[in-house]
């Protein structure tokens, strides 16, 4: 008896459609949509973790879980907010200006979008998924939490609200916001969740808060000079958009120059021990450095890339002089 021949029945339409159900997820793409190699804003876990304290620790399981929790919001949030920054970087053209094809490869390839790796309907649901995926992880860490002081509770609320709008909805970094947001994302990443673990937030928190939120400031300042012709295009007012080169510099020196007031203030005020200043000295002297690489000399990108570098040393010495306050409180 002779095998019946199998008759393809499918029409055009449904084949591609199974052809595309079967395609493998692109995984890495999505990984580079959601930008998972840059982690400066989440060492503000291990800050939070060292800033506790013996309160924040006095419950320690509860305090791990609270801990992971906001590191998985503070992802998720930070893949919707690049992710809706790289769908209108692709819809308005910027990023096909910053990123043409003389680009590096390595560099290109951070932006699926302009590939053609991802489609933009593709980007725009995991940005959303992503968003969501937030709003259970935080949830989960203000019913969690062993202290809920509304200030703290009101902060969390409202950056899950604005976090992802940096080039969306409102696209805050559109209407000269930008340097403000980028500061930002790191403060509310650190004092709301600091509040959630203590139940408040003293001065020297307040200091580190501000450090950390600038650290990363000090190396999106350099970026925006290299970005500056694709930022104006698009009309994104950024102050290396705005001003002349120097004024721009004078803006950067000032970033600079407060990073340094809010370590020597800390220490003359008795906000942070005397031996503050000298712990945070590599700090500053390499802001001096930086300065002068990406201001004086114009290698913008070296400088970036030492501002990167400095503040993971920057959350390092702050993770360092709180663990050695927390000793001499116990001693």
């Known amino acids: 008896m002779e095998p019946v021949p199998i008759v393809n029945t499918l029409t055009p339409s449904q084949a591609a459609g199974l052809g595309a159900a079967r395609a493998p997820i692109p995984w890495r793409a999505y990984a580079r949509l959601a930008k998972l ?3 400066d804003y989440y060492l ?12 924040g620790w006095a419950a320690p399981g509860r305090t791990s879980v609270v801990l992971l929790l906001v590191l998985l919001g503070q992802v998720t949030l930070t893949a919707a907010l690049v992710t809706f920054d790289d769908v209108t970087g692709y819809r308005d053209g910027s990023d ?11 560099r290109l390839a951070r932006k699926p979008l302009v590939t053609g790796a991802l489609t933009d309907g593709q980007a725009v649901r995991f940005g959303w998924l992503a968003l969501a995926a937030c709003a259970v992880s935080w949830a989960g860490a203000l019913a969690l939490a062993p202290h809920r002081p509304a200030w703290a509770v009101l902060g969390v609320v409202l950056w899950f609200a604005l976090g992802f709008q940096y080039s969306w909805w409102l696209k805050l970094s559109y209407h000269g916001l930008q340097e403000v947001f980028i500061a930002a994302l790191g403060w509310f990443f650190v004092l709301p969740f600091h509040g959630l673990l203590t139940g408040q937030a003293g001065g020297l928190a307040i200091v580190q808060t501000l450090l950390f939120g600038l650290g990363p400031l000090l190396f999106g300042v350099y970026s925006n000079i290299n970005d500056i012709p694709g930022d104006r295009s698009v ?22 120059a407060l990073e340094t007031v809010l370590i020597a203030g ?15 000295a590599p700090v500053i002297g390499l802001r001096v450095r930086q300065f002068v690489l990406g201001i004086g000399r114009g290698d913008i990108l070296r400088a970036r890339l030492l501002g990167v570098r ?15 306050l927390d000793l001499g409180a116990a001693a």
Do not use: E, K
């Open 37 to 39: 190699d840059i982690y």
């Open 266 to 280: 800390a220490a003359v005020s008795g906000l942070a021990p005397w031996w503050f200043l000298p712990a945070m």
């Open 235 to 256: 009309g994104r007012p950024t102050v290396a958009v705005l001003t002349s080169p120097r004024g721009n510099a004078l803006f950067v020196a000032a970033v600079s």
């Open 310 to 324: 400095i503040h993971r040393l920057a959350v390092a010495l702050l993770v360092a002089v709180d663990l050695l």
């Open 96 to 106: 096909a200006a910053n990123y043409g094809p003389d680009a590096p490869a390595r």
């Open 44 to 55: 503000s876990v291990p800050l939070l973790a060292a800033l506790a304290g013996p309160t």
